[in-house]
């Protein structure tokens, strides 16, 4: 064999499938993570490079526009050298590799240099954009078949590789990669062919995406109604009676927040959940940190309170993080929740009971009111005077709770268990897209997430860059800190958890979604 032997070198060929980051496979995403080289394509989601290893070389190899055999090989010959280096090289294309990628040509040249490899397939933008779009590639009623066809072929009809006659004769879907340039080409030799000038088509651009676009006619209006809306690539155009069904079927790009950013500002460890919930409501969140957890200069204070909680007739908390880092110590210290055995326990609202149900305790009292007042007005129906009480805090918590049970009568031991700092800098995505106006909304859970996020950009630029933004705040005192900053409240909900912000978002956007 004349080819040089690759020294231990790998090829993964791997879908990255058709935008949503989500919609990679499990292999895929795994080999990802274990790369060396990833060399992707302007079409796989560049969210999916975060998971490869920090020290990866990341190489991108995009042609806008449509490849030419010239850069082709380039990459081929790219792929063969990073794994005859030894490399594990990930190939990241667009869509599933084995269709119109050209993955065909890179696998004959990883053959031809004797360069083992192994293809993950993805999902293929020609079946996820439909589904997407609420369209059934076949169905009972009205089609037993489904065609994927390039549309680059079609100028000159006699040198074309398509037989237009059969295409055209069948009543299965037909779904046309590439072809938005040649959109008039495809339409007419469909018709000059046979297919009716009725039938349906559908152009899905950016499919799976937040920015996803569809538009709906004829084969003998489709070709005008895109040039007029000016549709542009990447798209797929699917032709066949099945693009009814959308009308009916359609679920992604009618959600109300579809197509809305949203800014999501809160403690890094507590983003995800509020995030989901925008998500499946259809918006685009951007998550900015403004708060890191980290740990009390000292232990002490906490640690000689855990050491007597059999003394304290009450142990107080009033956040998620509280809980966590209350027992993460208490268990660094070899106790565990029977250490609360005497004590009677107060959670501020619903989230804090439920990370306090985590470790085994039911709280004893949950105020009406989900925040600190609502905690002094709860406690003033009992009768504490005498009584101690445990509240193990922030580093920045307000003093409403330690000073009105003080007034109560009751003694308030009140450590620190956790501190917020100040990250230094905004995600970079975040500032462009606030930059662009692509951030619709911003969305504050606690008054620090909008101080920190001032004190990251500075009060003029925040002001700014939230110019036109609607601000949606978790509370009244969250709210507060919003308008010491200038800033005008659109949105506060009455019950003060991010289910219910959630709610009044989408209602906020349904109400009035053309004044974004
Ligand atoms: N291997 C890819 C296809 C690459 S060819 C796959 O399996 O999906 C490039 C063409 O794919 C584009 O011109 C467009 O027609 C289609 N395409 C890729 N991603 C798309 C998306 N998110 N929405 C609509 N069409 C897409």
């Known amino acids: 064999m004349s080819h040089k032997p690759a020294k231990n070198g790998f090829v993964f060929l791997v879908g990255a499938g058709p935008g949503d980051p ?39 190899a ?41 993955g065909g040509e890179e696998c004959e040249a990883l053959v031809a240099a004797g360069v083992p490899f192994e293809i993950v397939p993805g999902i293929t933008a020609g079946v996820a954009a439909p589904a997407y779009a609420g369209i059934p590639l076949t169905h009972r009623n009205f089609s037993t078949s489904v065609a994927f066809v390039t549309g680059h072929e079609s100028h000159g009809k006699e040198a074309s590789g398509i037989d237009w006659e059969k295409l055209s004769m069948g009543t299965g879907t037909l779904v046309f990669y590439m072809g938005m ?11 000059v062919h046979g297919r009716s000038p009725e039938t349906p088509v559908a152009l899905v651009r950016w499919g799976t995406r937040p920015e996803q676009e569809v538009l709906v006619g ?23 009676e099945v693009v009814n069904l959308r009308e009916k079927l359609r679920w992604f790009d009618n959600r109300p927040l579809f197509g809305k950013g949203i800014l999501v500002t809160r403690a890094a460890e507590q983003a995800g959940q509020f995030s989901h919930l925008l998500e499946g409501h259809g918006g685009r969140v951007f998550e900015c940190p403004s708060v890191s957890i980290i740990p009390p200069e000292s232990y002490d204070e906490l640690d000689q309170a855990i050491s007597s909680l059999h003394c304290f007739n009450w142990l107080i908390f009033t956040s998620f993080n509280g809980v966590k880092h209350f027992f993460h110590r208490l268990h660094a210290l070899k106790f565990d929740s029977r250490a609360l055995a005497l004590c009677r326990v107060c959670a501020v609202g619903p989230k804090t009971r439920a990370a306090l149900a985590v470790y085994g305790i039911r709280a004893d009292l949950v105020p009406a009111d989900y925040k600190s007042e609502g905690v002094v007005e709860a406690f003033k129906s009992l009768n504490l005077r005498g009584k101690t009480a445990l509240f193990p805090r922030a580093d920045r918590a307000r003093d409403v709770i330690p000073s009105g ?66 601000i949606a705040s978790i509370g009244p005192i969250t709210s507060k800190a919003c308008r010491e900053l200038g800033l005008k409240v659109d949105i506060e909900p009455a019950e003060h958890t991010v289910e219910a912000l959630t709610k009044e978002i989408v209602s906020c956007f349904a109400q009035s979604p053309l004044l974004i």
């Open 218 to 240: 004829t084969l003998a209006d489709i070709a005008d109604k895109s040039r007029r809306a000016a549709f542009k690539p990447p798209a797929v155009t699917i032709i066949g």
């Open 22 to 60: 989500g919609l990679i496979t499990v292999k895929g995403l795994e080999c990802i993570g274990r790369a060396n080289v990833i060399i992707y394509d302007y079409l796989a989601h560049n969210g999916l490079l975060t998971h490869a290893p920090p020290d990866a070389e990341l190489i991108y």
């Open 62 to 102: 995009g042609k806008i526009g449509g490849a030419h055999n010239h850069e082709q090989r380039q990459i081929n010959d790219l792929l063969v050298n990073k794994a005859q280096q030894g490399n594990i090289v990930v190939r990241l294309k667009g869509g599933d590799p084995f269709v119109f990628g050209r």
């Open 181 to 191: 340039k040649n959109l008039p080409h495809i339409v007419e030799n469909l018709m």
């Open 405 to 470: 049970l003080c007034n109560l009568g009751m003694e308030v031991c009140a450590p620190i268990v956790y501190r917020n700092v100040i990250p230094e800098d905004m995600p970079h995505d975040v500032l462009e897209a606030l930059e662009n106006k692509r951030i619709h909304c911003a969305a504050f859970t606690s008054s620090s997430t909008v101080e920190n996020l001032s004190s990251m950009v500075g009060d003029n630029r925040l002001l700014h860059l939230l110019g036109g933004v609607r």
